[in-house]
C-alpha cells in the first residue's frame, strides 16, 4: 500500500477525472503556494474527457464502458464566454462563438500545459472502488490498465469529477424488444454513416438529438423527431424531415405515436440523456442515486456525509466551465478551514428545503440536479456563494447561457454563427446570424 500522506505534511487531494471539472480542480488545488497535493486519475491515456473523440463505442480496449460521447461533427452548443476556464481565455479565434470538439480538446490540453498540471495525472489509471477510512480519509483501489496491476492510494480529500454524459438513459418503451431494426443511444452515435437510406427516428429534442436527426437527414431516406417542444415546430428543415409527437408503442418494424400514427422505421435513436452513476463508490460512502437524484449532496456538490468529499459538475443546463471552477475554488476553501461548515442536520434540512421548493415550483424530481430556469440558477449561485463568502458569478454569464440555449430551439441552422461579447458582470452584446440572409440580424444589449 502507498499512502500519500507520508511523502508529505500537505493535504492530500485525489481528483477522479481528468475532463475540464478535474482540470479546474487541479489547477486550483495547485495554484501558487498551495497547502494541497494533488493526484489525478484519468482512465484513457487523454485529457478532455467526453470532448475526446474515439471510433470505439460501448467498450474500451480494456473491457471498460467507453466514458465519451463525442461524435464526429458535434460543434459546442455553449458559447465560448462560458465554456472558459479561469486564468485561460480563448485566444487566436476572433469574434467565433463555438466551435468544434477538437478545438476544445486542444483549448484543455493547451490549459493542461499553461499550468503544467500534466505531472499531477496518472493517464491509464481506473479507479475500481471508494471507500472512507479512519473516520475522515479516503482509500482508493486503482487498476493500472497497462500494467495490469492494482494500487492502493490514500487521501485527505476527494474530487469527483467523472461528468454527466457517459451513462446513458434509455427509457422502458412498451414493444422495445421485439423491434427488428437497429435500437441505439446517442451516446453510442459517431457519425450518419450507417443511416443511409433508412427510416430514422431520433427521440429527443435536446442538442444532440437535433444535431443528429439533421446530420441524418442528409444521407437518410426519412428522419422522424419524435418530440414535445413545440418551439421546434417553426425551425426550417428539410423536405425528408417530419416532427412526430411521443412516443405510444413500438412494433416490429416500427412506431406508433401518441396522435395514433404509425411509421415504418429502421433505426431508432435515443437522444434521452444521462444518468448519474458512480459505480466506484462504496456503500458506505453515503452516496447513491435514486430518480437521477444524488442522494446527500449539499448544495449538489459537497457529500452530507462525509464533507471531504465533493463532487464537481453535477449541476446540468447551466455555466459549464465557469460552474467547475466556481466548485473546485469553493471546496478548496472548505478543506483550507475558510468556510463555517454547518453540521449534517442543517445541511440535510437546507437539501430538503431547496428539494420542496423546486417540486412547489413545477420541477421534476428526476431533473432536481438541472438548474435550467433562470430563477432556480440564480438562487442556486446566490445561496452558495452566501454560504462560502465568495463574490457571486457575473450575472452576465447566466444570461448568455440562456440565451443562447433560447437560440438552439429557435433557429437550429443559424445560432452557431451568433456572436457574443461581454461588456462587464452585468451586460453583453449579442449578433444574431440569418445563413440565408448573410447578415447580422439584430445587435442587442442585454442587462440582467
Excluded at 495554484?31 to 474500451?60: H, L, M, N, P
Excluded at 466506484?280 to 444524488?294: A, T, W
Aim: hydrophobic share 35%.
Amino acid at each position: 500500500m502507498s499512502s500519500c500522506t507520508e511523502e508529505t505534511s500537505k493535504k492530500t487531494i485525489g481528483i477522479i477525472g481528468c475532463g475540464a471539472s478535474g482540470l479546474a480542480a487541479l489547477k486550483n488545488f495547485t495554484a501558487d503556494d498551495s497547502q494541497f497535493k494533488c493526484v489525478v486519475f484519468e482512465q484513457t491515456a487523454s485529457i478532455g474527457g467526453t470532448w475526446v473523440y474515439t471510433d470505439d463505442v460501448d467498450r474500451d480496449q480494456y473491457g471498460l464502458p467507453v466514458h465519451s460521447s463525442m461524435y464526429k461533427s458535434l460543434r459546442s452548443n455553449l458559447p465560448k464566454e462560458i465554456m472558459e476556464l479561469s486564468g485561460f481565455p480563448h485566444t487566436g479565434v476572433g469574434d467565433a462563438c463555438y466551435f468544434p470538439a477538437a478545438y476544445i480538446q486542444k483549448y484543455l490540453n493547451d490549459f493542461t500545459d499553461h499550468f503544467n498540471l500534466r505531472p499531477y495525472i496518472k493517464f491509464h489509471h481506473h479507479v475500481e472502488r471508494v471507500r472512507p477510512i479512519n473516520n475522515n480519509q479516503w482509500e482508493l483501489n486503482v487498476i493500472n490498465l497497462q500494467q495490469q496491476t492494482k494500487e492502493t492510494f490514500i487521501f485527505d480529500a476527494l474530487a469527483i469529477c467523472v461528468g454527466n454524459y457517459s451513462n446513458p438513459a434509455i427509457p422502458d418503451v412498451k414493444g422495445s424488444n421485439i423491434f427488428s431494426g437497429k435500437i441505439m443511444h446517442s451516446h453510442s452515435y459517431r457519425d450518419a454513416d450507417s443511416f443511409k437510406g433508412n427510416s430514422v427516428l431520433v427521440i429527443g429534442c435536446g442538442a444532440s438529438g437535433l444535431d443528429i436527426s439533421f446530420g441524418a437527414s442528409k444521407v437518410a431516406d426519412k428522419v422522424f423527431l419524435s418530440h414535445h417542444n413545440p418551439r421546434l415546430l417553426n425551425l426550417k428543415i428539410p423536405s425528408n424531415y417530419f416532427h412526430k409527437t411521443d412516443v405510444k408503442e413500438i412494433v416490429e418494424d416500427g412506431v406508433i405515436f401518441q396522435d395514433g400514427s404509425y411509421e415504418k422505421i429502421d433505426t431508432i435513436v435515443y437522444c434521452t440523456g444521462y444518468t448519474y452513476k458512480y459505480p466506484f463508490l462504496s456503500s458506505d460512502c453515503g452516496i447513491k442515486v435514486e430518480d437521477n437524484v444524488i442522494k446527500n449532496l449539499f448544495k449538489h456538490m459537497i457529500n452530507i456525509e462525509y464533507p471531504t468529499m465533493a463532487f464537481i459538475g453535477v449541476p446540468r443546463n447551466t455555466t459549464g466551465f465557469y460552474l467547475f471552477d466556481f466548485q473546485s475554488r469553493i471546496f478548496k476553501k472548505i478543506l483550507e478551514g475558510g468556510v463555517k461548515m454547518p453540521n449534517k442536520e442543517e445541511m440535510l434540512q437546507d437539501t430538503y428545503k431547496e428539494i420542496e421548493a423546486r417540486l412547489a415550483g413545477g420541477q421534476r424530481l428526476k431533473d432536481l440536479h438541472a438548474l435550467g430556469k433562470t430563477k432556480w440558477a440564480m438562487e442556486y449561485y446566490t445561496s452558495v456563494s452566501k454560504f462560502a463568502g465568495v463574490e457571486h458569478p457575473p450575472p452576465v454569464l447566466l444570461q448568455i447561457y440562456f440565451d443562447g440555449i433560447g437560440r438552439l430551439s429557435e433557429d437550429f441552422l443559424n445560432f452557431r454563427g451568433d456572436k457574443y461579447q461581454i461588456i462587464d458582470r452585468e451586460h453583453y452584446k449579442v449578433q444574431y446570424f440569418d445563413q440565408n440572409e448573410s447578415i447580422i440580424k439584430k445587435q442587442i444589449l442585454y442587462s440582467f
